[in-house]
């Protein structure tokens, strides 16, 4: 599949880009309770009021109540079930996505995410996949959802898991 092949490295691209130069986080090597950062023992403490925090409009607002209250860490999944979230595909047509093809905009989001927890001096922990995304009412809007997407059908996936060998 052609987003498959794309979507790896490209994301390998946009996470180095943001990482060349800078000093990665890593486990204490003086005591296994802490981490390292900067040459510096850190206790990691976070937390927002969404799991997709690279979707939010109020960013910066996040960001400086988090650190203002002693804060240094945020877990992000790439979510996008939430109103107004933006899915990584770009909408062809009203319910229908094309794999091939990301939507800017939610790209765009994520940079400056990036961009704006390295100004605060936020460590992101990042979580691909957000398994909600995946089943129950978010399953109905997923582009993965074959009745969702101009790639493949529901029919051509059912083939192929017939096809299986067990």
């Known amino acids: 599949m052609k987003f498959l092949d794309l979507a790896l490295p490209l994301f390998l691209m946009m ?5 060349e130069g800078q000093v990665r986080i890593s486990p204490s090597e003086t005591n296994l309770s802490y981490w390292s950062l900067n040459g ?4 990691l403490l976070g937390g927002s009021d969404e799991d997709n925090l690279f979707q939010v409009e109020d960013l910066d607002d996040q960001l400086k ?14 979510s ?14 009203q319910n229908k996505f094309d794999l091939n093809q990301f939507d800017s905009e939610y790209w765009e989001r994520f940079e400056k995410f990036l961009e704006r927890t390295a100004q605060y001096g936020v460590v992101v922990q990042l979580e691909i996949w957000a398994t909600f995304d995946f089943y129950r009412d978010p399953w109905n809007l997923n582009p993965f959802n074959p009745v969702n997407n101009i790639n493949y059908s529901g029919k051509a996936v059912t083939r192929q898991l017939i096809n299986i060998k067990y």
Do not use: C
């Open 15 to 19: 996470w180095s880009f943001h990482l």
């Open 80 to 93: 996008s079930r939430d109103e107004g979230n933006r899915w990584p595909f770009l909408q062809v047509e």
């Open 65 to 78: 109540l988090l650190t203002e209250a002693g804060g240094n860490y945020v877990r992000n999944t790439m």
């Open 40 to 43: 510096k023992d850190i206790v």
